[in-house]
């Protein structure tokens, strides 16, 4: 009744070439490491330090000016006197005493502003400022 057809039920021939080629799976060997992608990034890198003598803050003289042990100057600190955080007023009381330890010339010499400056802690809140003052 029905006739053959041409192909006898088996698998189709033919279709169109070079499908699949693109994404071609890639059967890896158990155990050996992977290779790297074509689109890796390397990400390594390294840091080195560099050292500019010439701009070190701590060793800068300011100019024959007087400092003290953390290197500031008496108007630096009498202008710390008046800042608002507690703990940089009683530093800044500290370091006029290690000033004027080092350099009793610049109490000498700038005595009228050192008072006007200082005498608004006498009346401070906190505690811990007030004693720097007593101890100055």
């Given amino acids: 009744m029905g006739g053959q057809r041409g192909n006898g039920g ?5 279709g169109n070439p070079g499908v699949g ?6 059967k890896h060997k158990v155990g050996k490491r992977l ?3 074509q689109n890796e990034t390397d990400t390594n890198f390294k840091a080195r330090n560099i050292n500019l003598p010439s701009q070190n803050a701590i060793t800068e ?5 007087a400092v ?3 290197n500031h100057t008496l108007k630096e600190l009498l202008n710390q006197t008046a800042h608002y955080n ?10 006029l005493k ?7 010339e610049e109490l000498r010499a700038h005595v009228g502003l050192f008072y ?8 401070d809140q906190e505690s811990s400022v007030r004693t720097a003052l007593q101890d100055l």
């Fill in 10 to 14: 088996g698998k189709k021939k033919g």
């Fill in 21 to 26: 080629i693109d994404f071609k799976k890639v």
């Fill in 35 to 37: 290779p790297k992608a």
């Fill in 61 to 65: 003289d300011k100019g024959g000016i």
């Fill in 68 to 70: 003290n042990y953390q």
């Fill in 86 to 95: 507690e703990k940089s007023r009683k530093h800044a009381l500290e370091g």
């Fill in 98 to 104: 290690d000033l004027f330890t080092r350099h009793p």
């Fill in 116 to 123: 006007t400056t200082v005498v608004t802690r006498v009346a």
